[in-house]
């Protein structure tokens, strides 16, 4: 079936650091892959979209590239903010059928310190 | 923007109460969706609907129920509130078509003494 594995957290980085968060997936066909972001207390946010191979999301300073041959959506940012604090979810949506329901990760902590 | 809003931000029930959760979406989506977060789970998916009056059960459905009547409106229901339904609920809504993203409410937390 269908699924979504991301790194686990917490990952504490400080302001200006390099940020990669790991997502691989296993799917059939041909799926659209997002990240989305949570703030604390509020719904989650999409933040970009890949929806086939080699495409590139970006937003925010945040990109994902869209990797079949490894079956990867890897999230980075070249220097992240305190206000980039958040959980952050990988997700893939399932093609075909008459449902387009999306498969999530279980979502990493992200932590950046002053 | 999308807009999908919800009733609650925060709502406290007791054991065996009926409870409604209600979400409006208003950029006239097909597909609407309810989620639970609990630590650790991540997010499971409990019921989506992808027009008026249809609805699939999704990985979670035990306990619960859905209404959608008006394309704009989704509501989950639980029967008999119980404490192990005290979570996050998170409503969702997409386009039929395209490239399937989700728009997601603020979500209710929901507590059940």
């Known amino acids: 079936g269908n699924s979504v594995t991301q790194m686990e957290g917490p990952v504490t980085l400080s302001e200006e650091a390099f940020l990669t968060i790991n997502c691989t997936y296993t799917a059939t066909g041909y799926p659209s892959l997002f990240w989305y972001v949570q703030y604390p207390g509020e719904g989650l946010q999409l933040l970009l979209k890949?929806?086939?191979?080699?495409d590139k999301g970006s937003n925010k300073g945040f990109e994902a590239t869209y990797r079949k041959e490894t079956t990867s959506f890897h999230l980075e940012k070249g220097s992240v903010q305190v206000s980039d604090s958040a959980v952050y979810f990988c997700?893939?949506?399932?093609?075909?059928?008459?449902?387009?329901?999306?498969?999530f990760g279980k979502g990493t902590l992200l932590t950046v310190n002053p | 923007d999308v807009k999908v809003t919800q009733s609650s931000r925060y709502l406290v029930k007791r054991t065996g109460e009926k409870v409604f959760l209600e979400c409006v979406q208003d950029m006239d989506h097909e597909n609407m969706f309810w989620y639970r977060q609990d630590p650790g789970l991540g997010l499971r998916l409990i019921y989506f609907s992808y027009d008026v009056k249809m609805k699939e059960k999704g990985d979670i459905p035990e306990g619960y129920s859905v209404s959608r009547e008006k394309k704009e409106r989704f509501s989950l229901i639980l029967e008999s509130a119980s404490t192990n339904q005290t979570s996050m609920y998170l409503c969702a809504s997409s386009l039929w078509q395209g490239g399937y993203e989700q728009y997601f409410g603020p979500g209710t937390r929901l507590t059940v003494t």
């Open positions: 890949a929806t086939k191979a080699d």
């Open positions: 997700a893939l949506s399932r093609p075909g059928g008459s449902n387009y329901k999306l498969t």
